[in-house]
């Protein structure tokens, strides 16, 4: 079973929820318009990120769906923008992955993947309505999934330098919160996070 970052949040919040088989066949939704947009952001600048939320707009998805989610996804896509732009760090968009536990298989996508000279960090942007924004605990959940999947990659076992992943970056779009999750908080999730996820795959 693949397990996707709403299932995540609908796992650790609510203790009845059960995940749900996935239907097969092409999917169009918020997220992906909007997260396309993010990344042109980083790739071509303001007015390309802008234009690719407008084409994506003019699909029937969108249209059926009405005004306010399109406004919706403008007002984040500009939050985003102000955020992201003093933030000077080396952004990197490649940065899907996926995590392998009790069975299942987790997405642990960033949105991107931030650099300096001695450190690397993931940002995960949060574009469901999460109301005044998830406590540090509930970010952590969150964030332990893509930070393990950052550690994976940047601190194999045979690296020379350890503990280069210093954690994950939780942008909650809507309510324009922001927390990060260090590499400790993260950690510390993890084996919180499998609970949740064991019992929400549960048959019972």
């Known amino acids: 079973m693949r397990i996707s970052p709403s299932q995540i949040r609908k ?5 009845t929820y059960r995940v ?6 092409p999917k169009i939704s918020t997220d992906g318009t909007l997260r396309k947009a993010i990344r042109m952001f980083h790739t071509g600048g303001v007015e390309t990120a802008s234009s690719a939320l407008e084409d994506g707009l003019k699909s029937e998805y969108w249209r059926r769906a009405g005004v306010s989610r399109a406004k919706n996804a403008r007002y984040m896509l500009d ?14 968009t490649v940065g899907k992955s996926d995590v392998r536990t009790l069975g299942h298989v987790i997405n642990a996508d960033v949105d991107v993947v931030l650099q300096d000279a001695l450190s ?85």
């Open 20 to 25: 749900a088989q996935e239907k097969p066949g």
């Open 11 to 15: 796992a650790i919040s609510d203790p």
């Open 120 to 204: 690397v960090a993931g940002r995960v942007c949060i574009l469901a309505d999460v109301g005044n924004g998830l406590s540090l605990d509930r970010c952590a959940l969150v964030a332990a999934a893509p930070f393990k999947a950052l550690c994976d990659e940047f601190e194999p076992e045979d690296a020379l330098f350890g503990e280069t992943v210093t954690g994950i970056d939780i942008w909650q779009l809507r309510c324009g919160q922001c927390i990060h999750v260090s590499r400790e908080e993260a950690t510390d999730a993890w084996p919180i996070l499998l609970t949740h996820l064991a019992r929400a795959t549960s048959e019972k």
């Open 79 to 92: 939050t985003y923008i102000d955020l992201a732009r003093a933030d000077l760090r080396t952004v990197s």
